[in-house]
């Protein structure tokens, strides 16, 4: 599962703006009792939710990230100084399928776009609230998750800039065939997740994405997204 994937992404292009998130670019939602295919791809994965201890950490329906404690695969310094190291809990960010904006029939555009990139921060909100007042976060130091893009979104570079505005960074890892055999199982997995809750997203060929891992310490996340400029607490508008 991946951080942030779709069509259109929130970067700067559409860091403002305005947009109304009712009507068709409402939830994404179950396609009704005759969508035998995407039901099947709906149990799948609340099967594997539960397997993987992947949880909610609020009930906003605008927030579109859940998270899982899992132990780390490797060493890892990141940009502020933080250490982790392997096998340390870290927190793993998986999209919360269900709250995503639904992509109209048309594609994603940037409209689509603007209702991601505010769901995106304000689920970052919600997370460095939470964790600072859950126990069971306060031994972890850093969170990873992925994200995938097509096309010129998916080059290194824009990859960088996006996820740096929001206080993550990108890590590379050396590719081996295994590496490599996974993401093409994500990607499969991705596809049917986007049969199920998004239909309109498979537009475009998603074995063909590139997917980047991205880090995020906890010391970044609450001091950009705990607590605005008077000091009160965000994502409590």
């Known amino acids: 599962m991946s951080v942030l994937s779709g069509e259109a992404t929130p970067d700067r292009s559409v860091i403002s703006g ?4 009712t009507g068709p670019l409402g939830p994404a939602t179950a396609r009704g009792p005759s969508d035998v295919l995407g039901g099947a791809f709906r149990r799948v994965d609340s099967l594997l939710r539960r397997c993987m201890r ?4 609020c009930s906003d329906r605008d927030c579109i990230f859940r998270v899982a404690l899992t132990p780390a695969a490797a060493d890892i310094r990141l940009a502020d100084g933080t250490e982790i190291k392997r096998c340390d809990t870290i ?3 998986h999209l919360w399928n269900e ?18 990139r505010r769901r995106f921060e304000r689920s970052l909100r919600r997370l460095a609230i939470h964790i ?8 972890i130091d850093g969170f990873r998750g992925s994200i995938t893009f097509a096309g010129r ?13 929001y206080g993550f960074e990108v890590v590379l890892r050396p590719h081996s065939f295994l590496s490599r055999l996974r993401e093409i199982v994500d990607s499969l997995f991705a596809c049917c997740l986007i049969r199920a809750f998004n239909p309109a997203g498979l537009r475009r060929s998603w074995l063909s ?6 880090w995020m310490s906890k010391r ?6 705990g607590h605005d400029r008077a000091g009160r607490r965000r994502g409590h508008e």
């Open 209 to 214: 994405r590139q997917r980047h891992e991205i």
């Open 54 to 57: 992947i949880r909610q950490f």
């Open 220 to 225: 970044v996340l609450i001091e950009r997204h």
């Open 132 to 139: 600072e007042d859950d126990p069971q976060f306060a031994a």
């Open 99 to 116: 709250n995503l904006p639904r992509i109209p029939a048309g594609g994603a555009g940037i409209a689509w776009g603007i209702a991601m």
């Open 153 to 165: 979104l998916g080059r290194p570079e824009q990859v960088a800039r996006l996820a740096e505005w």
């Open 91 to 93: 927190g793993e960010l």
């Open 18 to 21: 305005t947009v109304d998130e």
